[in-house]
């Protein structure tokens, strides 16, 4: 590549870098693999610097840093990608869980805790969780970056948020006795 | 209350319901106060991710790696004549680092840096003396080395495979260096950063000619070798530096 398109591509990805790593480092689970996974990453989103047609290019980086996730995971430990339909459907079809006082004592819940909650959920519900609430995207981007509909990053996500609620409630209850 | 309400609420939240929705949904608000609770779990448990969940940081090394494989490069002079141009390519002791390991290569990359160097500056040029001209040669190989460790990132290339180096070299030198592996021998990235320098030799040059010598307290071995002239600069200790060399460019008979 010539080293001007590659000093732009240097200039709109790395201010990325740690939104790349970080989704990275939750998709795979592990610091030297999420490496890997963002090096391999930015070796295909220098190839396709050419596509990039401007805007806002993180979204664009993290579709790919996703689909690189996605591709290390399927060589690797498939079993982690291959979601079952029925498994997915049966996640979102569940009913709301009721409102419990305790639920406000969430707040309490370690740091710990809420990353290993995070890190339990089933990658669907992780990748949408991840992408809203520790990079901020909005519904369309997050559509975008995961490849659904922005409906199915809408029930992914409230499917999550609840699991993740489920996660935390008995150590909330735990911290309060 | 059903798995819907938890949906609208979430969009609410994330400030993605349109106007009329959005109405939609305080309305009900405002008269089912179960609802209202509903919405205030979910915020206190999104408030509770956004405030404690990691934000794991792209670590320093993948961050300097990176900014070094996407920097400009310096590219060797064009018209580029082999008799008097001199590329200067140390090449680092090789370095194991754990992600590397994790890249699926062999632990061992052999790293390089390449300077193009304009011979005037060195005065390089014909008919001086040999003695003086080594001399000027070994104090400038140390100048350089000492630039390169003041270097932040001065890795261009990482890899463990020589079909990777050796055509990255040939594309900006006009003759080929050698491309050796050192993982076999134990090379890691340590204390000691080791320039190798590499140059056509003149057609005077004796073959399997060595020098060695001390330049402001920098070990400089220089020797000729199949056409190539080659000078190793460290401050690793004399015999560590020789066994570098014989790895890089065995003279012969030993």
């Known amino acids: 590549m010539h080293d001007d398109a590659q000093g732009r591509f240097a200039a709109s990805v790395l201010p990325h870098l740690d939104a790349a790593y970080n989704l990275a480092r939750w998709l795979v689970r592990d610091a030297h693999d999420a490496q890997d996974v963002v090096q391999d990453a930015l070796v295909r989103a220098l190839r396709h610097f050419d596509g990039f047609r401007g805007g806002d290019p993180r979204p664009w980086l993290l579709a790919i840093v996703r689909n690189a996730a996605f591709a290390w995971l399927g060589a690797r430990r498939p079993g982690e990608v291959e979601l079952p339909d029925d498994e997915l459907d049966a996640g979102l079809a569940l009913g709301a869980t009721p409102g419990d006082p305790e639920t406000l004592a969430i707040r309490r819940a370690e740091r710990r805790e809420i990353d290993a909650a995070i890190a339990a959920l089933p990658i669907a519900f992780r990748e949408a969780v991840v992408l809203r609430e520790l990079e901020e995207l909005s519904y369309r981007d997050i559509a975008r970056i995961t490849d659904v509909p922005i409906g199915t990053v809408m029930s992914r996500l409230s499917r999550g948020r609840s699991l993740l609620a489920d996660a935390l409630r008995p150590h909330a209850l735990r911290a309060l006795t | ?254």
């Open chain 2, 1 to 254: 209350m059903n798995n819907d309400d938890d949906l609208w609420l979430d969009a609410l939240l994330d400030d993605e319901l349109d106007g009329a929705a959005s109405l939609a949904l305080q309305r009900r608000l405002a008269a089912e106060p179960a609802l209202q609770k509903r919405l205030d779990e979910r915020r206190a448990l999104r408030d509770a991710v956004r405030a404690q969940a990691t934000r794991h940081a792209a670590p320093a090394q993948l961050r300097a790696h990176l900014e070094a494989m996407l920097a400009p490069r310096v590219s060797a002079p064009a018209s580029a004549d082999a008799g008097a141009t001199r590329a200067r390519v140390p090449l680092r002791r090789a370095a194991a680092r754990p992600w590397m390991a994790a890249f699926g290569g062999a632990c061992v990359a052999t790293l390089c840096t390449l300077v193009a160097v304009d011979p005037a500056a060195l005065g390089w040029h014909r008919g001086v003396v040999a003695a003086s001209l080594q001399a000027a040669e070994a104090s400038e190989a140390v100048s350089a080395h000492t630039r390169a460790l003041l270097v932040d990132h001065p890795i261009e290339v990482a890899s463990s495979d020589q079909h990777t180096v050796r055509p990255w070299l040939s594309a900006r030198l006009n003759f080929v260096p050698p491309v050796v592996d050192l993982a076999a021998q134990g090379y890691r990235h340590g204390a000691h950063v080791i320039s190798v320098f590499v140059r056509p030799a003149g057609s005077d040059a004796a073959n399997g000619s060595e020098a060695l010598s001390v330049v402001r307290g920098f070990n400089v071995i220089e020797r000729t070798q199949g056409g190539l002239a080659f000078c190793f600069v460290s401050d690793a200790n004399p015999h560590e530096l020789q066994a570098l060399a014989d790895l890089v460019t065995p003279l012969a008979g030993k």
